[in-house]
C-alpha cells in the first residue's frame, strides 16, 4: 500500500490510469488501523490493483470532491472515475467481494 502525501501527489497518481483502491483515513483513527492489515493483504492478492493510502487533513481537496464524511471511506477507482465505494471495516474476503462486483 503506498501512501500519498498530498493532493497533488494523489491527484497525479490517479491519472496514471488502471484501478485503484483509495482509503481516505486518519492516524488517530482506530477503524482505520484495524482495516490497514487487511488492504495491505489485499495489495498482496489483487496484483492489478494499486491500494493507496491519503490522509483526510493531507488530502482535504480530493477529501472534499468525494464527500468523504466518515473514515475510513475506501473508493475504487479506474481512470480518475469512482466504481464504487465502501465506509467502515471490512474483511479481506469482504473487500475481495466488493473489487470483483465492481470490476468490468
Known amino acids: ?8 501527489e494523489l491527484q497525479n497518481v490517479l491519472q496514471e490510469g488502471g484501478k485503484k483502491l483509495v482509503l ?3 492516524d488517530w483513527c482506530g477503524p482505520c488501523k ?3 492489515p487487511n488492504l495491505e493483504k489485499i495489495s498482496q492478492e489483487v496484483t492489478d490493483l494499486s491500494i493507496l493510502k491519503a490522509d483526510v487533513s493531507e488530502t482535504e481537496e480530493h477529501t472534499k470532491r468525494f464527500g468523504i464524511k466518515n473514515i475510513p ?3 475504487l477507482m479506474e481512470n480518475d472515475q469512482e466504481l464504487g465505494r465502501f465506509i467502515g471495516v471490512k474483511t479481506p ?3 475481495k467481494n466488493f473489487i470483483l462486483e465492481h470490476n468490468n
Not at 1 to 8: A, E, G, T
Open 93 to 95: 474476503d469482504q473487500i
Open 73 to 75: 471511506t475506501c473508493i
Open 24 to 26: 481516505f483515513s486518519a
Open 1 to 8: 500500500m503506498k501512501s500519498v502525501s498530498n493532493d497533488l
Open 34 to 36: 484495524i482495516l490497514k
